[in-house]
């Protein structure tokens, strides 16, 4: 039962509030003022934390100092004044796109995919032994809420973007009307590949706390590898067929899973504060350090430990709060898309890192039983196991399973959004097949080729190497990898273009050039560190060198780069021109003009 699944974080926004919080600072109870820093958010704020500078919403300008994005009224991350849907179909047939998809979704429902994918439920528990093994509870205490505040600044790079664009094929687009051709069509098949390995990482994950509950639960379930693969075989094929025939209400199970994220992940810090008779202490969980990675003989003193195992750890958080351009990819279904997509996407990063990050001081205080969780290969259920009773270790672990059930559910929906998309603009082989939509407006078969790629990616699985499942880390990697390097293409052209940009109502103002250039500089950075081996055994050379013990994130990703590279230079340079108009409106005209001129410049 020492498997290590997959993460995905998640925590509600604020109750009543419309606008965002910063980071570190949540909402205080029914004061309608701001919180000091430190305070955990409570029900019933009026207004949100203000720590920084977050953009202002539909102003075209930078607020002042200490204000949050302008959100609204109170309402929950919607769309703030409703947009009638027939302005939404105009300003996508501006962008070259027939309404096929059908525009039922709220601006809640929108947040809500993205804050369910990035689920704490998911991302915490699965990933939790990642950041234990390389690092230890530093890793954790520091480094999520620091990594976590790099990714909200990426957030708000796509946010302005996705305001100005709103369509489902989101990261691809943009990079290509901003750029060109070339950099759509490599934004898009990364896009997609790390979708996939989303998707198979969650359902992977919710497979294997699954096991752990079959067999706790029945005497007759071993919980063995290959039970969770069958079980993961199954999910995944639920998750397809909700989405294909659960069209009438794939956007309300959005809304239940926000708040089986709330109420769940709040059960779970309330039994682990309640029922353990002890816990650790303030130093434990804020300063001790952990090596059990194989690398620099154990040491969490030297410079191995600060530059290569240390920075593994932060895979946790990179991984879990990731998927958030949902919001884009589902904005084609969205009411008032060019301002409710923008605000879901930033405020799902935003309240997903202040929960999460409660939920895993949580676990730090409750791992009293240190020795058992090395020995379960710093595996999240062993600290249930460890210091609960049978009934809240069971009842812990229903709950998170059932949130990760929610995720996969949502990630799937993203990622069929995303290769019906790119197929529709004929970037994907077979793509008359995935472009197409059925009498419910459903992309269908986008979906369930979307599933049967996930389910070829996590084949690798299968093996584990000395307890730790190394190929499902792999998996991961791949995911993180693939998704932020298609996010970093459509921020360097955003900083390229510079004012020739034509932003929508949600703007960053000056501030894009601050943020683009951070947002740029840590993709780089985390996608160097995320290719290199997880385990002594993966190293070439090693003399415990062992081909399951490979991380085969970058011969995944790299293969993926070289494939779709010679097939670009082959062939699709000749005919991929980027996205396809398949419908003009008129006025138009100045909207082809814009982006003829946003692909000037060099390559």
Known sequence: MATTPPPTTGQPPSAGTGQPPTTGQPPSAGTGQPPTTGQPPSA???????????????????????????????????????????????RLAELGYQQELHRKWSGFSNFAISFSIISILAGCFTTFGQAWNNGGPVAISWGWPLISLFILIIGFCLAELVSAYPTAGGIYWWAAKMGKPVHGWFTGWLNLIGLVAVTASVDYGCATFLNLTLSALFDGWEGTLRQAFVLF???????????????????????????????????????????????????????????NSGFGDGDTGGLTFWFYVLPLGFLLTQYTITGFDACAHVSEETRGASQAAAKGLWRSIFYSAVGGWILLLAFLFAATDVDAINAAGGFSGAIFESALTPFFFKTVIIISTIGQFFCGMSCVTSMS??????????????????????????????IIGATLAGLVLTLPALYQSDGVPVAFY???????????????????????????????????????????????????????YFVLPIVPAGMPGNNGFSWSAVNYAPLAVGGVLLGVGIWWYASARKWFTGPRRTVDVPGSGAHAAADAARADGPA
């Open 44 to 90: 019933g704020t009026g207004q949100p934390p203000t720590t920084g500078q977050p953009p202002s919403a539909g102003t075209g300008q930078p607020p002042t100092t200490g204000q949050p994005p302008s959100a609204g009224t109170g309402q929950p991350p919607s769309a703030g004044p409703p947009q009638a849907p027939d302005d939404d179909a105009r």
């Open 233 to 291: 075989v199954i999910i995944l094929a639920l998750h397809g067929l909700i989405n294909i025939f659960g069209h009438r209400i794939i956007d309300v199970l959005q809304n239940v899973s926000v708040w089986w994220h709330v109420a769940g992940a709040t059960a779970v810090v309330a039994i682990l504060l309640l029922v353990p008779d002890e816990h650790q202490s303030f130093q434990f969980v804020f300063t001790e350090r952990f090596n």
């Open 417 to 446: 959004r995303m290769a019906y998309a790119f197929s529709r603009d004929r970037a994907v082989p077979g793509w008359r097949l995935w472009s197409k939509v059925d009498r419910n407006g459903t992309p269908a078969n986008a």
């Open 474 to 528: 792999a998996v991961v990697s791949v995911a993180v990898i693939g998704l932020y390097l298609s996010f970093v293409i459509p921020i360097a052209l955003r900083l390229r273009m510079g004012d020739r940009f034509e932003p929508g109502p949600w703007t960053l103002g000056r501030k894009y050039k601050l943020f683009g250039w951070i947002a740029v500089v840590e993709i780089v950075i985390i996608s160097v």
